[in-house]
Nanobody, 116 residues
Framework: QVQLVESGGGLVQAGGSLRLACVAS????????MGWYRQAPGKQRELVST???????SYADSVKGRFTILRDNAKNTVYLQMNSLKPEDTAVYYC??????????WGQGTQVTVSS
């Protein structure tokens, strides 16, 4: 079992930045993949970014060059640094922990709203 707690969401103007944090209840080095997803109103949840236990990262095309996923193993925390935010980035952002592609855990989500 893994509990995930997200924080850092809020309201920001277009072009601004936010940093989301996801604190896990266990050592994140023991989790194969940590990721961030988002869900906008009326849309399906979509993958934003992932980071593996050995540090490999991936990004959705829509956020490449603007978002960066980071990991602090000592704090069991994964961050999503979001720069140059756009109104279309508005969504609830969820942290995800994937263990062996079998066990998937989700945080409660944090709202990000980008005004134009």
């Amino acid at each position: 079992q893994v509990q995930l707690v997200e924080s850092g969401g809020g309201l920001v103007q277009a072009g601004g930045s936010l940093r989301l944090a996801c604190v896990a209840s266990r050592r994140i080095l023991s989790i194969n993949v940590m990721g961030w997803y988002r869900q906008a109103p009326g849309k399906q949840r979509e993958l934003v970014s992932t980071i593996t236990s050995d540090g490999r990262t991936s990004y959705a095309d829509s956020v490449k060059g603007r978002f960066t996923i980071l990991r602090d193993n000592a704090k069991n925390t994964v961050y999503l640094q979001m720069n140059s935010l756009k109104p279309e980035d508005t969504a609830v952002y969820y942290c995800n922990a994937d263990i062996d592609s079998i066990f998937k855990f989700w945080g409660q989500g944090t709202q990000v709203t980008v005004s134009s």
